[in-house]
């Protein structure tokens, strides 16, 4: 949805709320900023690429529940369940 990768002070505060678990922030901040679930980065990534990394399900979930997808590319050609993957056989 979002074909624009800059860094912004809103990639940064989502970063930091994903990053930190805080589901009921970033839900305010949804309802407030709808699209916001959609910015990515400079490198391609954005919510649900850190929802990944940072493991929290309940995050994913609400990113799913208003659209976004699990099957983007980031910069590398990476998704966000292809962390986990990686992860997963570096382990």
Known sequence: MN????????TTALWE?????KVKELTTMLT???EAAFVRSS??????????EH???RI??????VG???EVRDAK??????????RDKEL
């Open 17 to 21: 709320i994903v990053s930190q678990g």
């Open 77 to 86: 050609g990476l998704s966000p369940r292809d962390i986990i993957r990686k």
């Open 43 to 52: 490198d391609g990534r954005g919510p649900m690429f850190w929802a990944y």
């Open 68 to 70: 976004v997808s699990d």
């Open 55 to 57: 493991e929290n399900k």
């Open 3 to 10: 074909n624009e990768w800059v860094d912004t002070e809103m």
């Open 60 to 65: 994913i979930r609400v990113l799913k529940l």
């Open 32 to 34: 407030e900023y709808p």
